[in-house]
């Protein structure tokens, strides 16, 4: 069963959802009680029920992870809260592709000082997440590309975001679903959690919670996905696969509920997605960007490389927004800069003192400051963000060595290439893909379900972020993704947090809002 390590948990379960097991127990909580600080400063005693650890599948491959927690606020500053029709979040706290768990949490996002790897509960170091703890396998990716999942989300000022406890503030019922995770392996050697593994456990979730439609607080059709990088990528797919038939018999081989797996609204933070097409998109946007080390990469690949970019983006034929016409590979330079990061410096700019302004405006040249507008160009601006994090290819990776060749790991073999130039740069001109690697990469990529055959059950509503300093994939990602979208008629809110870096939120209240706005 195409590497998903579904059929060596060997339960005669398989394929079917006892109605029983994945009952929701509304009696099962434990009463807590926290002071949240809001994003606008303010601190608000909230007490909850915390529902703990229930397995949302029937025939589950490890428990551990295929797990969630719900959170429902009762009493606000003292106030009766009634959240059965509140707005449900959905926040996964996947990081770099890897095991996420929730069995250990404490409380609403992770809790007080929850382990390591748990949401919120980790330092507000990249390593957070990295260290997944249960399997013995878990090791941090030989390239050094580190796991900043969910709640390794830091805020304009550098202190931590959790979104489900700014949720829960908010009145709205909180879900954390633990998912499977690249590094995991049994006994017999098998990589039981590579993908697709981790969006067939978060659409398993979310089927639980909507089989429990009446029994679960909360509006099981107002269900908002979040997460940040590979978990922004897996919230993306969430939003965009809703309810696709591609992944039935996966969902029915860990006993699944027999429920939608749509879901109202997508937020994703930095989403690392469209993995196969990012090589290509990476080279086009950094390619002449020195590395930390100071070097340059292999211009010959980044050149192959940004070719690729090229032919796609114009396969995709997408336009850009308000009015932008087609994007190339030819203008995209131009609509990232007009359309995100001119706005992004602006806005930014614009908060700030008079005084501060002008020290940021005399350390940055580069920007012409008129009218209350920040122009600069494409050039600059990359010179302005210096280093590129990755080296070439930056996903698929020659020797094998990044995170991303052990996603795409199948049974025993820890990590594959996923692209045919990668593959035959090591391999020779004639070697194929492995024949499962085509339907794997698209049950993990959302874009297919935008552009070549638009989901009708897709999310409607998109809320996309990331900092214009992040460079762990292309600044095309998330613009392709909302160009998709709004092609499509769906709302879509995508900004750039300027100068900000990987994983950042710095407009987490925004978010707050938007869900009450769309939801209403
Ligand atoms: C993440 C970061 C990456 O650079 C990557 O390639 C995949 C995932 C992450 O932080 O989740």
């Known amino acids: ?78 106030t009766a809260v009634d959240a059965t029709d509140a707005p449900i979040l959905f926040a996964n706290s996947v990081g770099g592709y890897m095991p996420s768990s929730v069995a250990d949490a404490t409380g609403v996002g992770g809790g007080g000082g929850g382990a390591t790897g748990m949401p919120g509960g980790g330092a507000p170091s990249a390593s957070a997440s990295a260290s997944p703890s249960s399997s013995a396998s878990a090791s941090a990716s030989a390239s050094g590309e580190v796991a900043s999942g969910g709640n390794g989300m830091v805020n304009a000022q550098g202190g931590m975001v959790s979104l489900p406890k700014l949720a829960l503030a908010a009145g709205y019922v909180v879900v954390e679903p633990g998912a499977r995770g690249r590094t995991l392996v049994d006994a017999d050697g098998t990589y039981y959690g590579v993908a697709p593994a981790a969006i067939v456990d978060l659409k398993a979730a979310v089927r639980y919670v909507r089989s429990n439609k009446g029994r679960i607080p909360g509006d099981v059709d107002r269900i908002v996905s979040s997460g940040t990088s590979a978990g922004g990528a897996l919230s993306s797919l969430l939003g965009a696969s809703g309810d696709s038939p591609l992944y039935d018999r996966l969902l029915a081989a860990i006993g699944a509920a027999d429920a939608s797996d749509a879901i109202f609204a997508t937020g994703a933070w930095c989403p690392i997605t469209d993995l196969e097409h990012a090589d290509g998109a990476y080279e086009w946007n950094w390619g002449s960007n020195p590395t930390s080390s100071g070097s340059t990469v292999d211009q010959a690949v980044s050149k192959d490389l940004r070719s690729q970019f090229a032919e796609y983006q114009a396969s995709l034929r997408l336009k850009g927004l308000n009015g932008f016409g087609a994007l190339t590979a030819r203008n995209y330079d131009e609509y990232l800069v007009r359309q995100y990061m001119e706005p992004s410096a602006t806005r930014y700019l614009a908060a700030l003192s008079d005084a501060d302004r002008t020290a940021y405006l005399a350390a940055n040249t580069f920007i012409k400051w008129s009218g209350g507008r920040a122009r600069f160009s494409w050039a600059d601006f990359l010179t302005h963000v210096g280093a590129r994090k990755k080296s070439t290819p930056a996903f698929d990776a020659f ?93 879509v809110d995508h900004l750039y947090y300027w100068d900000e870096g990987h994983g950042a939120n710095s407009d987490p209240g925004d978010f707050i809002k938007w869900i009450a706005k769309i939801t209403n």
Not at 10 to 34: I, P, Q
Not at 424 to 446: C, F, K, Q, V, Y
């Open 1 to 78: 069963s195409s590497g998903t390590g579904a059929s060596s948990g060997g339960s005669g379960a398989a394929g079917v959802a006892s109605s029983e097991a994945l009952t929701f127990d509304k009696d099962a909580y434990t009463t807590l009680t926290t002071t949240i600080t809001d994003a606008d400063g303010a601190d608000h005693d909230v007490e909850y029920r915390f529902y703990k650890a229930i397995t949302y599948v029937a025939a589950p491959v490890d428990e551990k992870y295929q797990c969630l927690n719900v959170s429902v606020p009762v009493r606000i500053d003292g």
């Open 399 to 491: 020797d094998l060595s990044a995170g991303e060749n052990n996603l795409f790991g199948k049974g025993t073999t820890k990590a594959r290439h996923f692209t045919l130039y990668s593959l035959r740069h090591e391999s020779g001109g004639s070697a194929r893909l492995d024949s499962d690697l085509p339907a794997t990469l698209h049950l993990m990529n959302p874009m297919p379900f935008l552009t070549q055959k638009p989901n009708p059950h897709r999310t409607k509503h998109w809320w996309i972020r990331l900092g214009t300093k992040d460079s762990d994939t292309s600044h095309t990602v998330s613009a392709n993704l909302a160009a998709a979208a709004n092609a499509l008629g769906d709302e």
